[in-house]
């Protein structure tokens, strides 16, 4: 059954690929120049990135290896969103599971594509304040080191180029615009 995708055809779909984070799907397709073509796409369990602020002004971000890019990361805290959770439990959950952060104060800033051109994956975006600390709950693949440092070091790695992570950089750039730190 031919259905519509905006200029495109969408002839058929095949999954090709599913595990409990994605699903590879490809497309047999009517491209808008009107030539058959094949387009393939991941949709991605929807995520969460936190970035916990203190009263002085610092952050906490994670450094750990990510197995995709073969080396450390240094980003925001992230994790995925389980099917029925809302995107700001999940942030709570990933925040003290992973550094040990609790928070009395949350500002939601936004939703933000993973990337739009073969992605389909929303991260929500979330300031935490009012930080309280406990102990990690990490899980069995996670080896993360927590890293304090001032807000302003942070928005200069995001410049520099040291944290390249998209939805970390969208987050503490979006942040710095809220307040002056």
């Given at each position: 059954?031919l259905?519509?995708?905006?200029?495109?055809?969408?002839?058929?779909t095949?999954?090709?690929h599913?595990?409990?984070?994605m699903?590879?799907?490809?497309?047999?397709?009517i491209?808008?120049?009107?030539r058959?073509g094949?387009?393939?796409?991941?949709?991605?369990?929807?995520g969460?990135?936190?970035l916990?602020?203190?009263?002085?002004?610092?952050?906490y971000?994670?450094?750990?290896f990510?197995?995709?890019?073969?080396?450390e990361?240094?980003?925001?805290?992230?994790g995925g969103?389980?099917?029925?959770?809302?995107?700001?439990d999940?942030a709570?959950?990933?925040l003290?599971?992973e550094?040990?952060?609790?928070?009395?104060?949350?500002?939601d800033?936004?939703l933000?594509?993973?990337d739009?051109?073969?992605?389909?994956c929303?991260?929500g975006?979330?300031l935490?304040?009012?930080?309280s600390?406990?102990?990690?709950?990490?899980e069995?693949?996670?080896?993360?080191?927590?890293?304090?440092?001032p807000?302003?070091d942070a928005?200069q790695?995001?410049?520099?180029?040291?944290i390249?992570?998209?939805?970390?950089?969208?987050?503490i750039?979006?942040?710095?615009?809220?307040r002056a730190?």
């Amino acid at each position: 059954m031919l259905r519509r995708h905006g200029p495109w055809t969408i002839e058929e779909t095949t999954e090709k690929h599913r595990d409990s984070f994605m699903t590879v799907f490809e497309d047999r397709v009517i491209r808008p120049d009107g030539r058959p073509g094949v387009y393939s796409t991941v949709q991605v369990k929807p995520g969460v990135a936190v970035l916990p602020v203190d009263r002085d002004g610092a952050v906490y971000l994670v450094r750990q290896f990510r197995y995709a890019i073969g080396s450390e990361s240094l980003e925001a805290v992230c994790g995925g969103v389980e099917a029925g959770e809302a995107y700001q439990d999940s942030a709570k959950k990933e925040l003290r599971e992973e550094v040990g952060i609790e928070a009395s104060s949350w500002t939601d800033l936004g939703l933000v594509d993973l990337d739009t051109s073969m992605v389909r994956c929303k991260m929500g975006l979330f300031l935490a304040e009012g930080l309280s600390f406990t102990e990690t709950q990490r899980e069995g693949t996670e080896t993360i080191q927590t890293v304090k440092l001032p807000f302003h070091d942070a928005v200069q790695k995001v410049m520099e180029g040291e944290i390249t992570h998209a939805a970390s950089c969208i987050l503490i750039l979006k942040a710095s615009m809220r307040r002056a730190w």
